[in-house]
């Protein structure tokens, strides 16, 4: 499940920064693997050089710079083409990348968002010395938050 996730991820990104063909060519990168591993040991051998080649893949902009909406639910509201169908492909025409995520992830960005503007409003980036920084306001409301 969790390689279905990364994979469609994957495939909402270079919808909106990949060159021509980049989603076909990632497709067949995966039935490549898929059908050349034999046994989870080959698999895990395969996956280095198929990482690799999908990274290799040429794209039109940097996928940093393109805002992200998140689709949440269970795992069949977001990936159903029932409900899904036609909705990443008109995000991709806007320049906008879908992230299908599950309610845990939505409740941590929920959460790294308040610890974001924390730091930000302390002047730092989020991470180990925002959080040491917090460590030592504890008891100071902006520590607090």
């Given at each position: ?8 991820e994957?495939e909402?990104v ?11 060519h ?9 059908h ?46 029932f409900?899904?169908?036609?909705v990443?492909e008109?995000?991709?025409t ?6 299908p ?19 930000s409003g302390w ?5 180990g010395?925002?959080l040491?920084?917090a ?8 520590g607090?938050?």
């Open positions: 499940m969790l390689v279905a996730d990364i994979l469609v994957i909402q270079l919808r909106v920064v990949g060159a021509s063909g980049s989603v076909p990632l497709q067949k990168e995966w039935l490549r693997l898929v050349g591993a034999t046994s989870l040991e080959l698999f895990h051998a395969e996956l280095p050089g198929m990482i690799n080649r999908i990274t290799a893949l040429p794209r039109t902009r940097d996928p940093r710079t393109c805002p992200r909406v998140l689709v949440t639910g269970d795992f069949f509201t977001r990936f159903s083409p409900f899904i169908e036609g990443p008109l995000y991709a806007q320049r906008i990348i879908l992230k995520v599950d309610l845990s992830e939505l409740a941590l960005c929920n959460v790294y968002f308040g610890v974001a503007a924390t730091a002047g730092l980036q989020p991470g010395l925002a040491a920084k460590c030592t306001r504890a008891f100071q409301p902006d607090k938050q």
